[in-house]
């Protein structure tokens, strides 16, 4: 179990997932945290989210713009403006090179001190959160700061053409781990979250029913954590970077 670093001692924060929406089922009130304590925080969101939605009636070709729409509104309700989408195809993604060098692209423009990814192993006791984008996206993103981001010679246009030099992140945030290590109390925070999930408003059917479903995953994730009852917290396990 590694012991995270503590928040001052963390400037900027990179958060890479496969869809928009995943950064804030999975981990909105603790972003909100961060950015309240001065931190920055950027996302890298890695697909269009084009294979979202539930309405009929909104033609498919629409769905992109639409997300990333919902995503820079959800982005602003915990403070992130920074907000990167790499435009990969919903439901179609692998740990390419391709992929790995975009994601890597992104670390040594941010330099962020802390990653927030999305874990890449399977979660079996939670199958939803072990989407194939999202074990595609972990995968990709772990192998981005390790070895990826910090070796010069690795996809070297980035340093010979665009000019980015090697970067190093300390300490890597998995959500949807099977192994949650750390439970940040978001209980203050919770309201932040709920306002940007219901930014995603083109990928909830039933937005009435959300908020009791959500309230119901954190209070579990407290109760693991060992949190006083009537506590909310978001899960994650903390690995420190080579």
Same mark, same amino acid.
């Given at each position: ?12 924060? !990179? ?9 804030? %089922? ?27 939605? %539930?309405? *009929? ?15 820079? @509104? ?10 990167? %989408? ?12 391709? !992929? ?11 330099? &962020? ?17 072990? /989407?194939?984008?999202? !074990? +595609? ?9 390790? #070895?990826?981001?910090?070796? *010069? ?24 781990? #099977?192994?949650?290590? /750390? ?6 925070? %919770? &309201? ?6 219901? +930014? /995603? @408003?083109?990928?909830?059917?039933? &937005?009435? @029913? ?33």
């Amino acid at each position: 179990m590694a012991l995270p670093m503590p928040d001052s001692e963390v400037s900027r924060i !990179l958060v890479v997932t496969a869809h928009p929406d995943d950064v804030d %089922f999975g981990a909105a009130g603790t972003v909100a945290q961060w950015t309240r304590q001065g931190i920055e925080v950027a996302y890298g969101i890695v697909t269009n989210g084009d294979a979202g939605g %539930f309405d *009929p009636a909104v033609a498919r070709g629409e769905i992109p713009a639409i997300r990333q729409a919902e995503q820079r @509104a959800a982005g602003e309700a915990v403070g992130v403006t920074d907000i990167r %989408f790499l435009g990969y195809r919903d439901g179609e993604l692998s740990v390419s090179h391709e !992929l790995r060098r975009d994601i890597s692209r992104l670390i040594r423009q941010i330099r &962020p001190q802390r990653m927030l990814i999305q874990s890449p192993d399977r979660n079996w006791n939670r199958i939803p959160a072990s /989407h194939p984008d999202h !074990l +595609a996206a972990g995968e990709a993103a772990i192998c981005s700061v390790y #070895p990826d981001a910090q070796n *010069p010679f690795a996809h070297p246009s980035l340093l010979l053409d665009e000019g980015l030099e090697a970067w190093s992140v300390p300490e890597v945030w998995l959500m949807g781990s #099977p192994h949650p290590d /750390h439970y940040v109390d978001v209980t203050d925070t %919770f &309201p932040a979250k709920m306002a940007a999930i219901g +930014a /995603h @408003a083109s990928q909830l059917p039933m &937005p009435e @029913a959300i908020e009791g479903r959500v309230r119901q995953w954190l209070e579990m994730a407290a109760e693991q954590g060992g949190l006083p009852s009537g506590r909310l917290a978001e899960a994650f396990q903390v690995v420190t970077a080579p």
